[in-house]
Every structure is written in structure tokens, then in C-alpha cells.
């Protein structure tokens, strides 16, 4: 799988380049995969005997609860990442799912694992009709929309007792029976949670390959544009927010299988559906290992401030400061300034248009001349002598990069 | 109307066909009325242009035709097809790309990828395929040779200058292959060389049987290109014909002038 950070890799310009400079840049850029590879293969391996390296439960649980987030905000990033429609009230649907599996399990008796998968489905249904209303508001307004669902939601949790529980909370039944001990039950759940990542990202990154995808990042790009170039903006943004849905019930189906108990204040909470948003914001929400990334770094100093700062709300303010940090020093994310770092150590600078070689201009010039001359019998309306030289040179010549409007 | 292009004959010029009209198209904002019962007519295979003083309406005009604004009445035909009301995509699928006034492109896309979006899409199948496939980067990699700027291909479009991102922006619309394409400016704001190619590149697309709608204030522009014009003013148009005739009728130097 290839890092988040090559999302805009294209394939080289064809023949552009004088040879040597594509033998260089070609190698720099097969030791960059093979870094990519190495550091995967690490990281995997890594995360795979993680459970085994944990010294006593409370890291491992502390392993999950990270893996829960990572679960949550890759889940949130197919809207986000994509289409730029940042909900901050993706709790709604986590907390549902957590709801309806509990339920499923509790008053269907269903199998937990198909109560997860049911809860999930249901959750996807029910954001159709969400999704219509609310995504017919962009901005400021979307996100003010889709906190209002999450309010909704906590009030309906807390007083309709009788199916919820009430403020008093669910209890949900462990789904490996009595007999798996705690330790076991942690392990069990580390590797399912990193299964449903892996499943999630994989989706993600083919949704970032296809021409579906593509017609996502021109919504979040500039949405009218993109409906003037025949995209369906409509059906795809209701398509992308299902999925996301979906996926963000089952992670909130998993925790309460893990958790063993639903309580309306912390499962329909503002807070939740921020964080969601901040590790994704943090990581690189345009990069499919950024969500994770984030999750990582919130859910580690979420649970080392808890311990050095006990039950204060301090955790908060420390989180807080950290998140400023990075927005202000990389405001796209961890992920795209390591990637504009490597980018710097390019010997051939392949986004800067500015350094154009002399070669590459004067080959660029003459195709200009066998290429586009006029056809017979038309004038050009400027005229084609003095002006050709001078479009020329506007066109091969790139003047400093200008802030646009 | 006579056919005959005052400049320029590469048009194939027998036909006169209408290739989009309007009939009645009214759209208002609060009290003013911007499109006011407009019957406007353009030609099929011709370069049409549509031209008024700033706040005639053209723009708006322009946007009910294309879908990005639902007109209050009127109706709006292609090629004897009601497109009225209908989403700009579908407007888009029924072969109709636009450009905007202030140029726009997708700021934080490659300039390759600006191009892999507008793609007509016959299926969902087709949709779930790859963006960056074989047949679509052949083709956005010819049009961009075309249009001059082939060697900024990963560059992000917000990194290349204005008068590229104008090229950019022509060579992305016809990614999705219209027979009817409306340049809302295209010589705004770039400089009179870029002009004379951007004007090269409408007649050759013309000469192929693009018909061309094309707002634009620059009147050397406008005369030198367009086989049809017609003036707008106070949201209905109050003149149209060949340039020649068009450019010394006396409503139109009274609503340029105000004489």
C-alpha cells in the first residue's frame, strides 16, 4: 500500500525532461518507495506484535482505545478527506451504532458480530435522508447542521429510557462469553480494530484511485466547477457520506462490544465527533495514513495527560495546545509536511515549474511552433507576428507563484 | 440574418440551425429583474457572442442556461431539447461545458488531474474505474499539448499563472467533449498575446464543429471572431446580427454610450 503522502504523484512528463535528470529523479523516487516499503513493513510489524510487547493490560487497553480512534477518524475521513464537508457530528452515527448493536444483541438476540454488521447497515440506511437535508449546505452551515443531529440524539438517548437505559447507561453482554478474561478480551479487540482500519483505508484508497474519487476532491475543491464538468455532485457526496456512516457505526458498534457500556453523555458528545476531526486535521486529512497518524498522537497524549493530570479537565487544555502547535507550524498536517520536506531533498524539484531548463525551454518553444499555427485561411485577431513570440514567452516563462484573488 | 462570417471562413457556413435558444427566460433577485423575458437564439456551428454593459444580465443569463441558477420562467432549448431547470451536470452530459468568468480551476489538483475530472461517465461501472487510466491521461495529455501547457502537468493548477490556469480551464471543458461550449470572459484579465492564441484556439475548434457562446467586453475580440452577436441590455437582448451590422446599430451605442 503506498504512503499517504504520494496522493498527487503523477507519472512523469512524458519525454519533458532531458535524460539525466530522469535517471536521477527516477532513483530518488524508486529509494523513496522503497523507504515507503520499509517503513511499512515496520510499522506493521510493530502493530502486530504490539499485544505481546504491552507490559500489563492498561497499555493494551490503552492500544485499543488508539485503534478505536484511528477506526473512527479514517471512518470520518471519507467525507472530510474527500469531499471537504467537515461534520462535527460524526458521534451520531458512532453512537448509534453502539446503540443498535447493543440493542440487536440485547433485545433481538442476535449473534453480536451480526447485531455490529446490522447496526451498521441500519445506520447507512438512516443517513440517506441525513445526508439529503444536510448536505445541501455547504460551510459553516453543514457543520452547524450536523452538530444538531448529535444534540438531538444525546436528549433522545437520555429520555427514552425504556429502549436506552436512560442517563443510567446500557450494559452491553461481552461477545466472547464470560470465560475470556479481560487481558484476552483486549488482545482479541487490538486485532479486530486494526483489521477494520486496514479494510477501511484499503477502501479509502481505492475510492482516492477511481474516477469517483476523483470527482470527490474537485467537490471539495470548488463543488460548482466540478457539477459544470458533468460531476454529480449530489449523488456522490450522499454516496460518500453513506459509506462513511456505515463504517463510523460499525467502529462505534466495536467499542461498545469492547467497552461493555453506552453512556448517552459520552456517546453522543461534541467531543467525540471533534475529535474525529482533529486527528484527521492533524495527521493530514487529504492523505490516507493521516487520520491514522492522528490517532495515534491524540489518543497517546490523551492518555498520558489523563495520567499526569488525573481527573482535571487539564488533558483538554494540553490537547489543546498541541493541536494549535501543529495548525499553526503545518496547517495541512503532519503527513503533507514530510512530504514537502522529502520533496526538498529532490535533486530534480519536480513542483517547481519555476526552474524550467534552457533545453527544456527551447524544445518547449519549438513545439509551440510546429504544434499550434494557425490554420489556413484564418487571422489571427492580434495578429501573428510580434504577438506569437510574445505568447510564447508567456506561456513557457512561469512568473513567481501569485496568491490567487 | 445573413450567414456569411465577416472574418474568418473556416466555418463550414451553409447552416443555420438554432443550437440553443431561450424563450421567455425571466430570473429575478428580490426586485430586480436580471434576465428579463429573453428570446435569444444562437447558432448552431457558429461562434457566437453575447455582449452588454456591465449588469445587462449576461451573466445570469448565462448561469440559467447552464443550470447553476433555476430560472423563475422561461424555457431553455438545445438542439430542440427542454433543458430547463435541469442540474448542471445533466446540462453538462447534454453536451453544453462552460467557463467562468473569474477563471476557476481546482486549486490543489495537479494540472493533469484537472483535467481526469470532467470525464462523462455512461455508467456506474465506468465510474468506479480508475481515474488516472491509459485512454484519459492520452487524451487530457493532447489537449493540454494543445493549449500550450503540456510541460506543467504536475504542477498544482494553483501554482501556474493566470493565463495558464485561463488555457487550463478551455482544454478541461473539453475533456468532456461538448458540442456547445460557453466562455463566460475568456480574454479577462490576460494579456493581448494570450488573447490572440485563446481567439486561434475557438476558431480551430470551431473549424471542427464546436458551436461557441461567448460573453466577452473586449470588442476587437468580439468582432474579429464571432459570426453572431447579440446584444444584451436590461436583461433581454435589443439587438443581434453579424458584427458589422450589430456594432453600428444605434440602441447599441445608446446602451454603451448612454448617448
Same mark, same amino acid.
Given at each position: ?26 532513483? #530518488? ?56 464537508? &467537515? ?44 445526508? &439529503? ?112 456512516? #456505515? ?17 448517552? &453523555? ?47 479537565? #487539564? ?91 | ?259
Amino acid at each position: 500500500m503506498p504512503s499517504a503522502s504520494d496522493t498527487t504523484t503523477g507519472a512523469a512528463p512524458a519525454g519533458a525532461a532531458p535524460g539525466g535528470a530522469t535517471e536521477r529523479r527516477s532513483r #530518488f523516487d524508486t529509494t523513496l518507495l522503497g523507504g515507503k516499503i520499509a517503513l511499512l513493513v515496520v510499522v506493521g510489524a510493530l502493530v502486530l506484535v504490539f499485544p505481546q510487547m504491552a507490559a500489563d493490560p492498561f497499555i493494551l487497553s490503552v492500544g485499543v482505545v488508539i485503534a478505536s480512534y484511528a477506526a473512527l477518524a479514517v471512518s470520518w475521513n471519507f467525507v472530510g478527506g474527500f469531499t471537504g464537508y &467537515i461534520s462535527l457530528g460524526h458521534a451520531a452515527y458512532s453512537g448509534l451504532g453502539g446503540y443498535a448493536t447493543a440493542l440487536f444483541i440485547t433485545r433481538a438476540d442476535l449473534n453480536p458480530w451480526v447485531a455490529l454488521i446490522g447496526g451498521g447497515l441500519l445506520v447507512a440506511v438512516l443517513a440517506v435522508p441525513i445526508g &439529503i437535508a444536510s448536505l445541501r449546505v455547504r460551510g459553516a452551515s453543514f457543520v452547524i447542521v450536523s452538530i444538531a443531529l448529535v444534540l438531538i440524539l444525546l436528549l433522545v438517548a437520555q429520555s427514552w429510557a425504556s429502549l436506552t437505559g436512560g442517563a443510567q447507561g446500557l450494559r452491553v453482554p461481552r461477545p466472547f462469553g464470560e470465560d475470556v478474561l479481560r487481558p484476552e478480551q483486549h488482545e482479541r479487540f487490538f486485532y479486530i480494530h486494526v483489521a477494520f482500519v486496514v479494510v477501511a483505508l484499503a477502501l479509502w484508497w481505492a475510492i482516492d484511485r477511481s474516477r469517483f474519487g476523483m470527482g470527490l476532491k474537485a467537490i471539495r475543491e470548488d463543488e460548482d466547477k466540478a457539477q459544470a464538468l458533468g460531476v454529480p455532485t449530489g449523488g456522490y457526496k450522499l454516496t460518500v457520506f453513506v459509506i462513511s456512516a #456505515f463504517f463510523t457505526a460499525v467502529a462505534g458498534g466495536l467499542y461498545a462490544l469492547w467497552f461493555g457500556y453506552l453512556d448517552p &453523555i459520552f456517546q453522543f458528545s461534541i467531543l467525540i465527533g471533534s475529535y474525529m476531526v482533529l486527528m484527521s486535521l492533524l495527521g493530514g486529512l487529504r492523505s490516507l495514513m493521516g487520520p491514522v497518524l492522528g490517532a495515534v498522537v491524540v489518543g497517546y497524549s490523551l492518555e498520558f495527560f489523563k495520567v499526569h493530570y488525573g481527573d482535571s479537565q #487539564f488533558h483538554l487544555v494540553a490537547l489543546g495546545l498541541l493541536l494549535a502547535l501543529v495548525v499553526l507550524f503545518m496547517p495541512d498536517g503532519i503527513l503533507p509536511a514530510v512530504g514537502a520536506l522529502v520533496d526538498r531533498l529532490r535533486p530534480e524539484k519536480r513542483t517547481s515549474i519555476r526552474e524550467m531548463t534552457a533545453e527544456d525551454l527551447l524544445e518547449h518553444n519549438r513545439r509551440l511552433d510546429g504544434g499550434t499555427g494557425t490554420p489556413e485561411g484564418t487571422a489571427t485577431p492580434a495578429g501573428s507576428g510580434p504577438g506569437a513570440t510574445d505568447a510564447e514567452r508567456d506561456l513557457a516563462t512561469v512568473p513567481p507563484r501569485e496568491e490567487q484573488r | 440574418m445573413t450567414s456569411t462570417a465577416p472574418v474568418g471562413g473556416a466555418t463550414a457556413t451553409a447552416t443555420t440551425e438554432p443550437s440553443l435558444e431561450t424563450r421567455g427566460l425571466t430570473k429575478s433577485f428580490g426586485g430586480v429583474r436580471a434576465v428579463d423575458g429573453a428570446d435569444v437564439t444562437f447558432h448552431r456551428g457558429k461562434i457566437n457572442a453575447l455582449i452588454g454593459p456591465n449588469g445587462s444580465g449576461k451573466t445570469t443569463f448565462f448561469n440559467c442556461v447552464t443550470g447553476m441558477i433555476k430560472p423563475d420562467s422561461g424555457k431553455v432549448t438545445l438542439g430542440g431539447n427542454d433543458i430547463t431547470g435541469k442540474p448542471p451536470h445533466r446540462i453538462a452530459a447534454a453536451g453544453i461545458g462552460r467557463s467562468f468568468q473569474l477563471c476557476r480551476i481546482f486549486p490543489r489538483l495537479t494540472v493533469l488531474e484537472n483535467m481526469l475530472v470532467g470525464v462523462r461517465s455512461p455508467s456506474v461501472l465506468h465510474r468506479m474505474g480508475g481515474a488516472r487510466n491509459g485512454d484519459d491521461i492520452a487524451k487530457a495529455r493532447e489537449l493540454l499539448r494543445r493549449v500550450g501547457i503540456d510541460h506543467l502537468e504536475s504542477s498544482e493548477a494553483r501554482d501556474i499563472s493566470y493565463g495558464q490556469q485561463k488555457l487550463l480551464e478551455l482544454a478541461g471543458v473539453l475533456m468532456v467533449d461538448p458540442d456547445t461550449i460557453m466562455l463566460d470572459e475568456p480574454a479577462g484579465g490576460v494579456n493581448p498575446a494570450l488573447i490572440g492564441r485563446i481567439g486561434t484556439l475557438v476558431r480551430e475548434l470551431n473549424a471542427e464543429g464546436r458551436t461557441f457562446v461567448i460573453v466577452e467586453h473586449n470588442m476587437d475580440m468580439v468582432m474579429s471572431l464571432s459570426d453572431h452577436v447579440v446584444v444584451f441590455d436590461r436583461g433581454r437582448p435589443i439587438a443581434e446580427g453579424p458584427p458589422s451590422v450589430v456594432q453600428n446599430d444605434p440602441r447599441v451605442l445608446e446602451a454603451y454610450l448612454g448617448v
